[in-house]
């Protein structure tokens, strides 16, 4: 690892010298942040390597979300051991086994005993996907988190500016929420302003859609009338999907509980047993739905022991955001078009004994108010053919806070941040856990914000590298491309850029007072 002496030397008689100046009304005037950005590229050297090893052992070493031990330790483990006490270092934090918390302040000798300190916090996740690794990227959440505090730190203390930093580790970003179990501990109590960043395909700072999981079940005396109930039902909600959801930019995509999935994954593989017809039927049949429509999408069809015939429909898999027509589309549509033949009966092709079928409907729209009308549409197109429909945590949309992305937009475009374009966007692409931080309010008319309980900066960064390999989140290649070194270059300047708003805004009142003017409204 690197050796920590840039920091020690940090604690010298240095800050004597400091041109701390202290007005009449005993305020501290702010420092001269001119030389900020190549403070940050000389934090960045001392601290971007050691922690960007911890990231690619995360990359190399996926635990699903509530299991991220290695992670944790990891991180508690550096934080302890290899940077002593540069850090409050609190593991299994705020009851959570896999959340932990870095904590950090700086005085100067001016600095008055009972000043409270300006705060900013940093996020970090970690969690990977259920039989895809990292493929949505959060070892680079974790390493920009890391990094971004880091490089501040070291940052206040090279400048002399009074502050408090905080990290919080959080898991389960995926499923469990995490955030919002974290949020009702009030574990983002400290700072009024929170940075995250997420890699992606692309650079935008965006809106996150509003998410809930209706999680059915159906169950007959027969196995075959179990999957039959189950895909009624998903021809039920693809009709209503298609013919048009309450909500804006409302979507509904379903997940078969068999084998690896999770509710956020459009599943990459769905095998469909049809008892009752011809190989040849069922070629025909299938290949006459499958089109352009469906992007990526090949089908195998054979004969198996079970009796019937096996289709497998194979597709690239994806982010349940995305609603494209997937494997499990195509065998829905290939329901659709023979399951009122007479004598023809469903199975799981291999898994024929048991009676019941799960299914997970992702449902996501555009604003946090109109999610339960779209749950309702959904419950009442499953209608009486599932046994339980049950919900999961609400996933709340994210807005775009003012203010703050239109500094990182100017800093970006600038040669020491890789002279970046970086859109602010309307497009939701996903849904994120901050959105119970957030906790925005939202004018029932216009949809502006008018209110929010913090500030979550959370940018959007491309690590996809020009003319390389590219794949968007959920998609299994998305794990190669969070393991670039393309994308931990990206990561470091998106956290160097994270860690010049976050100094400028500890050293400067009047900017954290534009940054937080949304607060308490
Ligand atoms: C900023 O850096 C320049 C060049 O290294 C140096 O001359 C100047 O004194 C620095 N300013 C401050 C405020 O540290
Ligand atoms: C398929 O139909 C045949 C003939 O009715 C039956 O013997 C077999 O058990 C069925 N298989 C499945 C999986 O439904
Ligand atoms: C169904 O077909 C797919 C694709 O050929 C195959 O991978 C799978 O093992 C088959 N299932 C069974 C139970 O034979
Ligand atoms: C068999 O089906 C059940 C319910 O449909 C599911 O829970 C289980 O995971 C399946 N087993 C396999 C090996 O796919
Ligand atoms: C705060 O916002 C006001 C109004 O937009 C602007 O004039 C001022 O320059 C901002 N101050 C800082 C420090 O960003």
Known sequence: MQGSNFAKTMHSPFFSALALITSAAGLALAADVSNLSSCLKTASANVFPGLKEIAIDVWKNPEIGLDEHHAHNLVVDYFTHVRPGEWKVTPHAYGMPTAWKLEFEFRTPA???????????????????????????????????????????????????????????TPDEENGAGKCQLQKTNAFKDADVWFMAHPT??????????????????????????????????????????????GTSSSVVPVEEVGMFECNVVQGEISLGINGTSLETVQQIVSSILDTTYPGVSFTAAYDNDGGVNLTAIGPGGHA??????????????????????????????????????????????????????????????????DTIETDTVYPALEITPFLPGLFTNLVKTPDFGSQTWPISTFAPASTDAGCIQNAVVDPATHALVGADKVIFHPNFNICAPGGQCAFNHEPAFHDVAGTEYSYGQTEIVARALAYLAVELLNDPAMMANATAILGK
């Open 111 to 169: 600095t008055p005993p009972n000043a409270k300190l300006p705060v900013i916090g940093f996020m970090a996740e970690y969690d990977a996907l259920v039989g895809i690794g990292h493929a949505c990227g959060h070892n680079q959440i974790l390493l920009n988190g890391l990094a971004a505090a880091s490089m501040t730190r070291q940052a206040l203390i090279k400048l002399g500016i009074p502050a408090r930093v905080v990290v919080i580790g």
């Open 201 to 246: 395909s692309a650079n935008a700072i965006q809106p996150m859609n509003a998410r809930i999981n209706a999680l059915t079940d159906f169950k007959a005396a027969t196995h075959q009338e179990a999957v039959r109930k189950a895909y009624e039902a998903l021809v039920a909600v693809r009709d209503l999907a298609t013919g048009g959801l309450p």
């Open 321 to 386: 955001s995305e609603s494209t027509k997937g494997p499990l589309v195509l065998t829905i549509e290939t329901f659709r078009a023979l399951s009122s033949q007479d004598g023809i009966s469903f199975y799981l092709p291999g898994n024929t004994t048991l009676g019941e079928l799960g299914i997970i409907f992702d449902i996501r729209s555009r604003y946090t108010r109109d999610l339960n009308s779209v749950f309702d549409a959904v419950k009442a197109a499953v209608g009486t053919k599932a």
